[in-house]
């Protein structure tokens, strides 16, 4: 075993690294940009070296940064993690030619496998079936146009390098092609530095099916089951279970050999992850799994695997590089009950789940024990910078069974409590809580189908938040107070009266508070009324009974701001400050605002123009991912305020309409 390690990447997978090989006795080497200067990787590692600003393309992705941290360091070993340069085949040759260990396949394995045509390519030189489509190296938008024609739509138009939904695109009619080809080959050239795609047949009833494998450079392989991956947004995993949900037996036989069959097919070593595409339409089926890509490194799921067949694959990763025979052999692998992860995102559900960026004011995750595990590279009080990836943690539960899994995660999710940013964790909590995906009937289409149950509050969790943060508010007074005079008590003695209190917040809601007796009350709505009782513990946690209905939750108080967290989601409100004089806004159905910080990559119009609503008028690109912004109503463009290349802040207003006044 190698002695130090270098960890070229940051947030959780970094730390993650670095307590396996602690747990091997290796000396771990961070490296950061200047915004991650306090980072959490950066705590935990033994010594870590600066390598540039904040831009991942100055520092992250700066492969000859990372060498020259190897010769000061001394270290032996480089770990990239995933993402970065995790899949850079020129990066593994470069560590080679210095003599360091690169913790991954061979240059030549992540090339064949690295990009989608070659890939498929292999596939079926090994027998494993591939989903139709055209992997040409003709890039014409006539030739792409013509063979997606001749495939039938839907279809995918895919970036050849690359993934993580980034240059991916679902066509549904010839007429939206070519655009939707120009987005996806923009999006891929800014992400990959390669803007050719590939076109593969949609699966409408699909099942997003990997299967985990293991080589070492003796010849033997090994895999550790299949994950489930089927619930995505933007092409992009959210949660992810191992075994998979009605996996046949013959089924998973099939998908694992195939699996193997690949990775030998190009002497693979290392840890790997095979994706199938399946079609679920007549039920999970041996004859209806299609290949899609082969991933070569470390995937951000392996916590199921792990969790479900008590291995650790990080160690696994670093044993095989060091010349190490495989640990296990594949009979000695087995699976023990079910595991499910689910992806924290600093991100808005309710906004098309845009990336958010902010500062982590309040963070609290639930406990971890033998059943759950939270991987987390970001601390209360760290920011959430629009230069990375906006994953704030991964938790992962266990249990003998999916439903025991399934409710240790819902439960943990339901502990969450952040405030500072906007983030998915009580979407999670909602789309688990489903009663389709408690039925394990789940697909790449799950959250689109049952988006409008998964985000947003209904009346009812409404009218809890705000009797939640009326009752915050006067608990909270009566425990700032002296517990002695008469003026803090909250038992709203009055001589010929019950005491009341209103609470108006800034959207004209009003809550009416009638005392009964001390930390008993009446709390009235426009159209509601309930009896609520609760206790505020000094550590800020709320506990509650609302009409004989128990609730925990947390509120963290700024000036006239409440954010309420409550089964796990996150609801700001803000008082109505009586004395404050009103300003009348700027803004106007007619103006394009930036949700988010990134940069404008493009412009579809130009000032005078005339558009419609709906249509596109410009693309910001913010943490790695393209956003088109679209016309708010029919008019002209009066002003378009930033040019091409330009930087934009949340809130910019980016372009001027002039509607179109129609009489």
């Given at each position: 075993m190698f002695s130090s390690l270098i960890i070229a990447n940051r947030g959780e997978i970094a730390c993650r690294i670095m307590r396996a090989a602690r747990g091997l006795g290796v000396r771990t080497i961070a490296v950061y940009s200047e915004a991650d200067k306090h980072a959490a990787h950066v705590r935990l590692s033994d010594e870590a070296y600066l390598i540039g600003p904040a831009p991942a393309a100055r520092s992250y992705l700066c492969g000859d940064k990372i060498l020259d941290v190897a010769k000061k360091s001394g270290a032996e070993a480089i770990h990239p993690g995933y993402g970065f340069l995790a899949e850079n085949a020129d990066f593994a040759d470069a560590c080679a030619a210095m003599g360091v260990v690169f913790v991954g396949p061979s240059a030549n394995a992540v090339r064949a496998m690295g990009v989608k045509d070659t890939a498929k390519a292999y596939a079926e030189a090994a027998s494993v079936p591939v989903v139709p489509g055209y992997f040409g190296d003709d890039?014409?938008?006539?030739?792409l146009q013509a063979h997606a024609d001749s495939i039938g739509y839907p279809i995918l138009i895919k970036a050849v390098a690359g993934g993580g939904g980034k240059g991916m695109r679902r066509v549904d009619g010839e007429h939206e092609f070519l655009g939707a080809l120009e987005a996806a080959k923009r999006e891929s050239s800014s992400a990959f530095g390669d803007d050719r795609v590939m076109l593969e047949k949609y699966i409408v009833a699909a099942r997003h099916i990997e299967v985990q494998v293991f080589c070492d450079a003796k010849g033997q392989g090994v895999h550790l089951f299949e994950r489930d991956c089927s619930l995505q947004r933007r092409h992009q995993k959210v949660i992810e279970e191992a075994p998979a949900p009605g996996m046949d037996q013959s089924?998973?036989?099939?998908?694992?050999?195939?699996?193997?069959?690949?990775?030998?097919?190009v002497d693979y070593v290392g840890v790997g992850t095979v994706e199938f595409l399946v079609d679920a339409s007549k039920g999970l089926k041996q004859d209806a799994y299609y290949f899609m890509e082969m991933n070569t490194r470390l995937q951000v799921e392996h916590p199921v695997s792990e969790m479900i067949t008590g291995l650790d694959l990080v160690q696994w990763q670093l044993r095989v590089a060091a010349g190490e025979s495989l640990p296990l052999a594949q009979e000695e692998i087995v699976?023990?009950?079910?595991?499910i992860e689910a992806r924290l995102y600093a991100e808005d559900p309710e906004n098309?789940?845009?990336?958010?960026?902010?500062?982590l004011e309040h963070l609290l995750f639930p406990e971890e024990n033998k059943f759950l595990r939270v991987e987390t590279g970001v601390a209360q009080g760290d920011e959430v910078a629009v230069h990375y990836d906006p994953m704030i943690a991964k938790l992962v539960a266990w249990g003998p069974s999916r439903s025991g899994a399934l409710d240790r995660l819902v439960q943990a999710l339901e502990r969450v409590q952040i405030a500072g940013l906007r983030h998915n964790a009580g979407f999670l909590e909602r789309a688990l809580?489903?009663?389709d995906f408690k039925t394990g009937h789940v697909s790449t289409h799950f959250i689109d189908a049952h988006l409008e149950e998964l985000v947003g509050f209904d009346a009812a969790q409404d009218q809890t938040v705000?009797?939640?943060?009326?009752?915050?508010?006067?608990?909270?007074?009566?425990?700032?107070?002296?517990?002695?005079?008469?003026?803090?008590?909250?038992?709203?003695?009055?001589?010929?009266?019950?005491?009341t209190e209103r609470f108006e917040l800034d959207d004209g809601a009003v809550v009416v508070i009638q005392?009964?007796?001390?930390?008993?009350?009446?709390?009235?709505?426009?159209?509601?009324?309930?009896?609520?009782?609760?206790?505020?513990?000094?550590?800020?946690?709320?506990?509650?009974?609302?009409?004989?209905?128990?609730?925990?939750?947390?509120?963290?108080?700024?000036?006239?701001?409440?954010?309420?967290?409550?089964?796990?989601?996150?609801?700001?409100?803000n008082l109505r400050d009586p004395l404050a004089v009103g300003v009348s806004s700027s803004q106007s159905g007619n103006q394009v605002v930036a949700p988010m910080p990134g940069k404008i990559t493009s412009l579809f119009v130009g000032q005078g123009d005339k558009v419609t609503h709906g249509a596109p008028l410009l693309v910001m690109e913010a943490m790695k991912m393209e956003h088109t912004l679209k016309a708010p109503c029919d008019g002209s463009v009066s002003q378009l305020v930033f040019r091409i290349g330009d930087q934009v802040s949340e809130g910019d207003v980016l372009a001027r309409l002039e509607e179109e006044v129609k009489g």
């Open positions: 890039q014409k938008p006539e030739t089924l998973r036989a099939a998908m694992c050999a195939a699996a193997l069959r690949i990775a030998k097919a699976i023990n009950g079910h595991a098309q789940f845009l990336p958010s960026t902010g500062r809580s489903h009663a705000k009797m939640l943060a009326a009752l915050y508010l006067i608990l909270a007074r009566r425990a700032g107070g002296d517990h002695v005079s008469p003026w803090d008590a909250i038992s709203g003695w009055r001589l010929f009266d019950r005491g005392y009964l007796r001390d930390g008993d009350f009446e709390m009235t709505g426009e159209d509601w009324k309930s009896s609520v009782s609760g206790v505020l513990f000094p550590d800020g946690h709320l506990e509650t009974v609302i009409d004989g209905v128990c609730h925990k939750a947390a509120v963290l108080h700024r000036g006239n701001r409440l954010d309420v967290m409550w089964r796990g989601a996150t609801r700001t409100l």
